[in-house]
């Protein structure tokens, strides 16, 4: 966390400082998403073998859809997409809960045992790139697409219905079982958590962007008021 953590701020900060074009920015969100769909593949790869189950590949937690959808929105998707005002914030969530508590660390004698270290890198490589888009504006919060979330989250538990009763998943989506052990983490307590975050992020981003307009339009006013003086 510690060598992420400064990695994450030095970067962002140049960045932010350098970067000045649109098509930089979005050629850097592209190699983002291609990281980040590199380690959430590598990751269903490694399970999948150590588990001798194919069916591995496909994702069955939140943290596991997240990356893979937000990868391919990242590398596809148009920048502020409709997509990015659900997954983003599924992602957040899930990212940050699991690199503050890895639980699936102690799997291995190793950290660098390849379900450990993939889970570790996909996890880390989605929470920085949905504060990099939003830092960078990328991705814009907004209360005008509240919508987009409840949909979305409705798609990833019937994608975890249809794991369990069609391809016979013992559970997918924390269904059964809370997103971290002998928790209240649990699927409907971890969607109330989301909704509130997000909604929460949505009216601040929106009344500060009310705010500022509001006060650029003032300053204006101010400046045209000065000089007919």
């Excluded at 391809?167 to 079982?177: E, N, P, R, Y």
């Amino acid at each position: 966390m510690a060598v992420c953590v400064v990695l994450a701020v030095v970067s962002i900060f140049l960045i932010k400082k350098y970067v000045k074009s649109e098509k930089t920015l979005t050629l850097i969100v592209k190699i983002l998403g291609g990281m980040l769909f590199a380690c959430i593949a590598w990751n269903r790869i490694s399970l999948s073998i150590s588990h001798k189950n194919a069916m591995r590949l496909l994702p069955d937690t939140f943290c596991g859809i997240s990356s893979l959808i937000l990868s391919l929105t990242m590398l596809i998707g148009k920048r502020n997409n409709r997509v990015l005002h659900f997954i983003c914030y599924l992602g957040f969530i899930g990212g940050l809960i699991t690199v503050a508590y890895p639980d699936f660390i102690g799997q291995a004698d190793s950290i660098f045992y390849s379900d450990t270290i993939s889970g570790l890198l996909h996890h880390t490589v989605m929470l920085y790139s949905v504060i990099f888009m939003t830092i960078t504006g990328y991705f814009v919060p907004t209360i005008k697409k509240w919508y987009v979330l409840p949909l979305g989250l409705c798609c990833v538990m019937t994608f975890g219905i249809f794991e369990i009763s069609v391809l016979g998943f013992s559970d997918a989506m924390q269904i059964f079982s809370p997103l971290l052990p002998d928790t209240v983490f649990t699927w409907w307590f971890c969607g109330i958590l989301l909704l509130v975050f997000s909604y929460t992020v949505m009216s601040l981003f929106e009344y500060f962007r009310v705010w500022k307009k509001s006060r650029s339009r003032t300053t204006e006013e101010s400046a045209d008021g000065d000089n007919l003086s």
